[in-house]
């Protein structure tokens, strides 16, 4: 799978003869291939695309890369030298980069040795790539899929005395067993008072009876993320905690029943903000609804206060509110929504109601 066609499609519009992507995420959305870091380049103009890596990648690249040609950059031929001459052949004269990802040292090298004007094309990239396509999807389910096979096996180690660290571990070891290229981020294990900590680091603390338990965490599955959270408790629950998880619950039931396509990000966020704020837990939901979910963990459009734009059709958003009481405990649930017409496809098939285990 690659994009370089629609990427094509939109220079036009943007007022661009190319775009050249050196940006890890931008590369892979254009032509299908992953490498580390910086060790790539694509090229996309208005009648062409290429593809630029050295002899770590070469080979894989030959075999993966489609619909471009692929060539080797080395000591004698530089990234410079081979976009340079290939700009000229085109008669490129505005260039797009990945503005919001170059470096200013790149900026300047870039500018030095390139003879044709560069213009900012990451919120182009980023509109583009806002919009899922079916492919994109069924990767996205696909990665979502393992996430959940994952999950419904370690909630059978979650237990009094158990670390934190060890949860984290399995969940791990189960996604990348049941298929996962990677973790699309590392998994985020908490327990007791820490899960008041929306980002908090698993650690070698043990899991006690009678406290929650909150697991954010997913997969890679060819180039794709998955995010979701649950929150179990172990033993039993307080009237308290079972009272915040049905705030959460229904906050994020709100805000599911108001995603669409042509709703703005902050009318979303603001569905399920006013279930929270209305049972009195307003100061302790700090975060945005969601965030988009794609080739990277957290993409364009964002369901915040702060998006006034309509969200697109084929949107892909996490929903997870969340209440975090410092020093008692937190809630969080998330689940991943493509977003269409009238509605929208709630991915994530993990049971949400509370559990204790």
């Keep these: 799978m690659n994009h370089f066609e629609r990427i094509r499609g939109a220079l036009e519009g943007a007022g661009l003869d190319a775009v050249l992507l050196t940006e890890r995420a931008n590369r892979y959305y254009a032509a299908g291939f992953d490498s580390t870091g910086t060790d790539g380049a694509a090229l996309i103009t208005r009648d062409g695309a290429y593809y630029w890596t050295d002899s770590r990648y070469i080979e894989a690249a030959s075999e993966r890369v489609t619909d471009a040609k692929v060539a080797l950059t080395d000591r004698a031929h530089p990234y410079t030298r081979l976009i340079g001459e290939t700009l000229r052949r085109h ?24 003879s044709c004007v560069l213009l900012p094309a ?7 790539r806002a919009v899922k396509d079916a492919e994109e999807c069924g990767l996205l389910i696909a990665a979502q899929r393992i996430a959940e096979r994952a999950l419904t096996e370690v909630l059978n180690d ?32 908490i327990s007791g ?3 008041s900590m929306p980002h908090g680091v698993p650690s070698e603390e043990k899991i006690v009876s009678g406290e929650f338990v909150t697991m954010d965490f997913g997969s890679l599955y060819h180039g794709y ?4 959270t ?8 307080t009237d308290e ?19 669409k396509a042509g709703v703005t990000g902050a009318a979303v966020d603001g569905a399920a903000r006013a279930v929270i704020e209305e049972a009195g837990y307003g100061p302790y939901f700090g975060h945005s609804f969601g965030h988009g979910v794609g080739v990277e963990i957290h993409e364009a459009p964002n369901a915040s206060p702060a998006n006034d734009k309509p969200l697109p059709a084929g949107a ?9 009481l410092p020093g008692k405990f937190g809630v969080r649930i998330e689940d991943v929504l493509i977003l269409e017409e009238n509605g929208n496809t709630d991915i994530a098939l993990a049971d949400k109601t509370l559990t204790v285990l």
């Design 230 to 237: 649950r929150t179990v408790a172990v033993g039993s629950v």
């Design 316 to 324: 892909v958003i996490s929903a997870e509110p969340g209440i975090y």
């Design 158 to 189: 979650i237990r009094p005395g158990v670390t934190e660290k060890f949860i984290a571990a399995r969940l791990t070891f189960l996604m990348l067993s049941y298929g996962a290229g990677n973790v699309s981020f590392d998994p985020i294990v």
């Design 193 to 195: 008072p820490k899960t």
């Design 225 to 228: 993320c998955s995010d979701m």
């Design 122 to 128: 990451s919120e182009l990239l980023s509109g583009l």
């Design 241 to 259: 905690m079972a009272e915040v998880y049905g705030v959460v619950l229904r906050a994020q039931e709100a805000g599911i029943a108001a995603a």
């Design 91 to 114: 008669g490129v004269k505005k260039l797009g980069i990945d503005d919001a990802y170059m470096t200013v040292r790149d900026w300047n090298m870039y500018s030095d040795k390139l």
